[in-house]
Structures are given as C-alpha cells and as structure tokens.
C-alpha cells in the first residue's frame, strides 16, 4: 500500500477511521455502562454518590476519558512507525555513504598506485 498511495493522501483516510473507531467505542461503552446502571437495586440509587447528577457525569466523561487515552496511544503508535521508518533510512543512509567512501577510497588508492608506478 505504501508504493500505490502517498502519505499525503493517506492520513486523512485513516484518522477518519480512527476518528470512526474512537466513537464506535465510546458508544460501546456509554451502552454498556448504562445498561449495568440499569441493572442496580432501587437501593443503590438512594446513595449520595450515585445520585443523577454523578451517573450523567459519569456517562459523560468516563467514556470520552478512555477515548483520549486510545486516541493518544493510536498516537504513540504512529510515532514508533515514523521513528522505525527513520532508522530504516538511517541504515539505508549510512550504508550507501559507506559504499560511496569505499569506491572513493578504492579510487584514491588506485590514482596513487598508478602516480607510483609512472614514477
């Protein structure tokens, strides 16, 4: 895939999978988290922490919370690619400098053999 579309044009296809993904798990969770609200004694709702107030927050921003930390580690993820693909040019880099010297040093060393036997 790499070789067929450039990077350019492929961020923004996968951040808006990502983007997808992230809200598909939010509502997952918000659903599921409802649901075992739902399934409580009528007791547990006379409880000062579990008052409507504290379950909407909860609702709200426990979910969005988890959201962030997949979003940061999909984040984290990219950045060890680009450090990999980095280090992958680096080699690759240094390796031609090192076939680039080597003919240069098997040049140098040739022109000096050739001016000592022409001497």
Known sequence: MDRFVPEYARYPFVNFLFACSGECLTKRLRSNAFLIILRQELGWFDKQENNTGALCRMLASDAAEIQSLAIGS???????????????FGNKFCSMLNKSLQIFAFVIFSMQIIQVALS
């Open 74 to 88: 999909i984040q984290n993820i990219r950045t060890i690619k680009q450090l990999t693909k980095e280090n992958e």
